[in-house]
């Protein structure tokens, strides 16, 4: 796998003609106070130095560069030369979390890996993501699984790990994270706390999108307290041996429960089993759909509320860009989008959160700032990490909760 992936970093890396466009676009550059090495040509620059380290046989010494890249791909659309610095992280942390090569690997990073590679959840809380649907059944003879991927969840544990990697500091939490990466274990023992506040309304989004679908007509099976988180760090922070034997496991217990469609409510979890999922396991066959494209458009009351709309990375800046929660929200408002839309959409931030909290911090505080410049009196999200860090004012608001206010009847 090294080879191909070195192959691949070549190819990418070789066509960049340092124009420097690509700096332009990429939101941690100025939230890292333009520090070269955490922008997207440094990276592209990084990986070049990543290369010829290899080829050298030398220890590999990279900073955290590639580690505090979002992947959000905004780079791509603006390079002339069409390279991927997202793409160029990913390999790049792949080469660094192959077992052929030691030496950078963030603790915090493999932490997640090991754990969810043993817990089926990054943080051991899997069983815990299941009390939203308390008072609710769920439908075994059902065709449709309703999978939430733990994602709305986290949210609440995301805050409190945050912190207690505050009150810890970098050097404890780091060595606290090598520690548990070897004894994952130990995550039990040391609890992450839960949010109460964000817990609250992410179980209240989920309630609402179950109630959304319900009143579709869809009648879904979900698996509770068994439900798995769907592998997305393992594979983002490019531990990719880990992430093959995590995915195919995942596809089994999807498919051993029976269903035949996937009912995914957030871009990451709807991205990864649709784009990811059938690169890593053989004859991955379930149909993956999100949500709203079981609920028709004309079940909603149009109306004149004036809203803006953040559009998540992971549906916009995707090959096969995912259009239906802004198709849906301009049959029920007036939508105005931010300068940053569409194609050239902006991150919030999110996923720094674990290892870089304040590059996400100010990173999200410019996107909040970007979208109340529309003057809309409502700011919608299609994401749980969106919501969890653009939530800076009453007037933001998730979008299963806001189309749920609009249904007809
Ligand atoms: S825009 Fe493309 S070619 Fe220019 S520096 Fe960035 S990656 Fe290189
Ligand atoms: S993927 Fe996003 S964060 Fe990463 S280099 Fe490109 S623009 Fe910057």
């Not at 790049?92 to 192959?98: D, E, L, N, P, T």
């Not at 995942?250 to 469609?261: E, F, T, V």
Request: net charge neutral; glycine share 6%.
């Amino acid at each position: 796998m090294i080879n191909d992936l070195v192959k691949e970093l070549e190819n990418e890396v070789g066509k960049c003609i340092s124009c420097g466009f690509c700096e332009s676009v990429c939101p941690t550059l100025p939230a890292a106070g333009y520090n070269l090495w955490k922008g997207a040509r440094g990276r592209v620059i990084l990986g070049k130095e990543l290369l010829s380290t290899i080829k050298d046989k030398e220890t590999i010494n990279v900073s955290d560069s590639f580690y505090s890249c979002l992947d959000c791909q905004a780079c791509l659309y603006v390079c002339p030369a069409g390279v991927n610095a997202g793409k160029v992280s990913h390999i790049s942390k792949s080469i660094i979390a192959s077992d052929t090569i030691t030496g950078n690997q963030n603790p915090l990073a493999k932490m997640m890996a090991r754990v969810t590679m043993r817990y089926m959840n990054p943080l051991g809380v899997r069983e815990k993501c299941a009390d939203w649907f308390k008072g609710m059944k769920a439908d075994p003879d059902s065709n449709d699984l309703l999978y939430t991927g733990n994602m709305y969840q986290l949210m609440a544990y995301n805050k409190g790990m945050d912190s207690m990697r505050e009150r810890m500091g970098k050097n404890l939490s780091e060595k606290m994270s090598s520690l548990v990466s070897t004894i994952p274990g130990l995550m039990k023992l040391t609890p992450v706390k839960r949010d109460e506040i964000i817990g609250q309304k992410m179980d209240k989004t989920l309630s609402n999108i179950a109630l959304l679908l319900r009143k579709a007509g869809i009648s879904f099976n979900y698996l509770g307290e068994a439900e798995p988180y769907p592998g997305t760090f393992i594979y983002d922070l490019g531990y990719l041996d880990l992430f093959e034997k995590y995915a195919k496991k995942i596809a089994k217990i999807l498919k051993d429960s029976g269903a035949k469609r996937i009912i995914t409510v957030d871009p990451h979890t709807y991205d990864l089993l649709k784009n990811v999922y059938p690169k890593y396991v053989d004859d991955f066959d379930l149909d993956i759909v999100h949500y709203l494209d079981l609920i028709d458009k004309s079940s909603f009351i149009g109306g004149s509320d004036s809203i803006t709309y953040h559009e998540p990375c992971h549906f916009s800046l995707r090959d096969d860009a995912y259009n239906r929660p802004l198709e849906t929200l301009k049959t029920v408002a007036n939508v105005s989008l931010p300068a940053r839309s569409g194609r050239r959409t902006k991150c919030c931030g999110g996923p720094d959160e674990l290892i870089f909290p304040e590059l996400t911090r100010k990173i999200s505080e410019d996107r909040y700032r970007e979208l109340q410049e529309t003057k809309a009196e409502k700011i919608v999200t299609a994401c749980p990490i969106c919501f969890s860090n653009l939530n800076k004012g009453p007037e933001v608001i998730e979008i299963g909760d806001y189309l749920l206010s609009k249904l007809k009847n």
